[in-house]
């Protein structure tokens, strides 16, 4: 296998092009797709034409409609071509005949049959605490969908091997298809286009190519792509390359998924937590593509870290007539901390406290100490509450005429919150979640470190070898690390940072086992180590499982009262991520991670209008540049005898709530949505 590459520097001889035609509407019957008469080098490929089943694997997304249409742009063909600008202009003329139906855009207009998957947890009597509170705080929170924008646009090559593909479909042997595709979860794609074609899935090669920052958005999108191609060169019998355009990968590529959050807490004359229910309602979009997974990752966001005796949580994940929904950067637990952290934060509000020390009170977690010290946030907070309380007593004594637009000094706040991130699926598909890594000590004393997990994320690998390296006193130049589908195991995905916090005990567990066998058994040593989830998917046996990394973020930002743009002044984090081999390395991945969430909860602001995303929005898109990076601060907790944690998803989980936060106390007005514009600012000041 190969060094990965980017899969757009791939060209092949004789390569055909191929290009998607797309559904017109949002739901309805397709009759027919309609085509100009082909040359012989151009094809049309439907869904009849598919030699095998006609969807991926563990999901209800079909690689071509046939029948049903459930979103604008959904795939009805492929049109295969030598030539890519005769290919454009004959998909131009291609009509895709449809009869129309009745769409459902916005889980509020969902019925029963749009619902995909439900939780109803109860524990305690949560009506008892609340009949007894001294007081309730009750809020809605929501947050909005963002586009992953990667550095090279979603597609796939696909060819066929020439001494293979003849051969029967199910017999022995080499692979009979290669796929070539940027994905977190090779063998997603590998097991997808062998079902799609028919094939036994040992006939089918994945190379994986340079997924980048990631973003989860690459975990199953790509099989979907990478089917259409695989389809293609099959029937084609020659190479194909699918790359989407920029506005196709935007406006049809999974979005981080949008949710509504409605929390309440009963509190008694202490202002302790007695009582908690959530009600909650995701968007998955058509199909509905991991419900459970993510239903329950936003789940256990918004029961957050406040402990309470007495629970109810009814929560919905519905399916709806826009493109598919998904992750980003974890599975929905970052939507769920949002809510919970705001709310605590009201909570405190509620109460008249600093919400860092009532967060610690509830928690006394160092985290909190810790961040609170390098952000010098008490002294801030302290002198920004007064600020906001004297700006309130001056309108009300002498109100401006114009509103807050006439004052001249700039308003600050500053916000704080916590989280996790988890480092496993909580559900499983037919791969029944369990997944491998072999290593081998050759004849020559060096090892190799084989899985499917793709080869772009450097810290893995420097974590494996260092692993290997102090187990087995082997230089670390004498050890590789492979990646592939061939004879390589299932690694299962390349996500929540899977790689550094399940498989390295793994490695770690693997190496032991190649030092009690070295000088006893014949090289080479061949040591197969599995992880299996577990049995139940309750809250405890998940940390014990996931290991999750733990964070406390401070954000502090500034507000010009004329044009209403928040200056954010400095994030500050403090991270739990128990072994860190390499600090610098660790920080890079945080902040790239840190702008992320900052671009999803103030910058990134787009949305579905009647099933699409307008194309304004697609023009006027942008994310932060280097010189818009606020002053990032990380510090880190934990040891070097502590096993690795996840972390690169961490500031999703505190970031968003901790700047809505900040930007509530400068207004002086209670914030509850991200992305937060200077629109919604203004509204909220002046309104």
């Not at 937590?273 to 309602?281: A, D, L, P, V």
């Not at 989280?419 to 369990?434: E, M, P, R, T, Y």
């Not at 070097?640 to 970031?655: A, M, N, Q, T, Y």
Request: aromatic residues 8%.
């Amino acid at each position: 296998m190969k060094a990965p590459c980017f899969f757009t520097d791939i060209y092949l001889p004789q390569m055909s092009y191929a290009l998607t035609i797309r559904s017109p509407v949002a739901k309805g019957t397709l009759d027919s797709v309609d085509c100009p008469r082909l040359p012989s080098a151009y094809t049309l490929i439907t869904a009849k034409d598919i030699p095998g089943k006609n969807f991926l694997e563990d999901t209800g997304h079909p690689v071509l409609a046939h029948e049903t249409l459930s979103y604008i742009g959904e795939p009805v063909a492929i049109l295969l071509g030598p030539d890519k600008n005769v290919l454009e202009d004959y998909s131009r003329h291609c009509k895709v005949i449809t009869k129309e139906g009745t769409p459902v855009f916005s889980p509020g207009e969902a019925g029963p049959a749009n619902t995909a998957a439900q939780r109803d947890i109860l524990i305690g009597d949560p009506e008892t605490a609340f009949a007894q509170a001294a007081s309730v705080v009750r809020e809605s929170y929501t947050t909005g969908i963002q586009e992953h924008w990667y550095a090279e646009p979603s597609g796939a090559i696909a060819w066929l091997n020439p001494d293979e593909a003849d051969s029967k479909p199910n017999g022995s042997g080499n692979a009979a298809v290669v796929v070539a595709t940027a994905t977190q979860w090779p063998f997603h794609v590998r097991r997808s286009v062998a079902q799609v074609l028919g094939l036994a899935a040992a006939r089918v090669l994945v190379q994986p190519g340079i997924t980048g920052i990631h973003l989860d958005g690459k975990l199953w999108y790509p099989s979907l792509i990478a089917c259409h191609a695989a389809l293609g060169a099959w029937i084609a019998q020659r190479p194909v390359r699918l790359v989407l355009t920029r506005r196709e990968d935007f406006s049809f590529s999974p979005k981080r998924c949008a949710t509504q959050i409605s929390v309440a807490h009963a509190l008694n004359e202490k202002g302790d937590i007695t009582g908690i229910e959530i009600n909650t309602t995701v968007n998955l979009g058509a199909h509905a593509v991991n419900a459970p997974e993510i239903l329950d990752h936003v789940n256990l966001g918004s029961l957050g870290v406040y402990k309470a005796k007495n629970i109810r949580l009814s929560s919905s994940a519905v399916t709806t007539n826009i493109p598919p929904q998904g992750p980003f950067a974890g599975f929905g637990m970052a939507q769920g901390f949002f809510a919970m952290e705001r709310q605590a934060s009201r909570i405190a509000d509620t109460l008249r406290q600093d919400p860092a020390q009532w967060r610690y009170e509830a928690v006394k977690t160092e985290l909190i100490t810790m961040v609170v010290q390098m952000s010098d946030y008490r002294r801030k907070w302290a002198a920004y509450e007064l600020l906001r309380q004297s700006r309130g007593i001056h309108l009300a004594q002498e109100p401006l005429s114009g509103g807050w637009g006439e004052r001249s000094e700039n308003l600050r706040g500053i916000g704080i919150a916590i989280g996790c991130q988890g480092s496993g699926f909580l559900n499983h598909g037919a791969d029944k979640g369990v997944y491998s890594i072999d290593l081998i000590l050759e004849k020559d004393g060096s090892l190799e470190i084989k899985t499917s997990m793709p080869g772009s994320d450097g810290d893995y690998g420097n974590l494996w070898t260092n692993i290997a390296s102090e187990i087995l006193g082997i230089n670390r130049d004498m050890i590789r690390i492979s990646c592939g589908t061939g004879d390589f195991p299932d690694s299962g995905p390349q996500t929540m940072s899977r790689n550094i916090a399940v498989l390295s005990k793994q490695v770690e567990q693997g190496c032991a086992a190649i030092g009690k066998k070295r000088f006893r058994d014949p090289l080479p040593i061949i040591v197969r180590k599995t992880v299996r989830p577990p049995k139940e998917a309750a809250w405890e046996e998940y940390l014990s499982f996931a290991k999750p990394g733990w964070a406390a973020a401070i954000v502090e930002v500034e507000i010009d009262p004329v044009d209403y743009l928040p200056l954010i002044r400095g994030v500050w984090m403090s991270v739990d991520g128990g072994k860190i081999i390499s600090p610098d390395r660790a920080r890079k991945s945080l902040k790239d991670s840190a702008v992320q969430a900052l671009g999803w909860a103030y910058r990134e602001q787009i949305n579905y209008v009647n099933g699409a995303i307008p194309t304004e929005q697609f023009d006027n898109f942008d994310i932060p540049g280097p010189a818009e990076i606020p002053p990032i601060m990380i510090d880190f907790i934990g040891g070097r005898h502590v096993e690795p944690k996840g972390i690169g998803d961490l500031p999703f989980s505190c970031i968003p709530a901790a700047y809505v936060q900040a930007v509530s106390q400068a207004a002086d007005h209670c914030f509850r949505s991200i992305p937060l514009t200077a629109r919604d600012i203004w509204e909220g000041m002046t309104l």
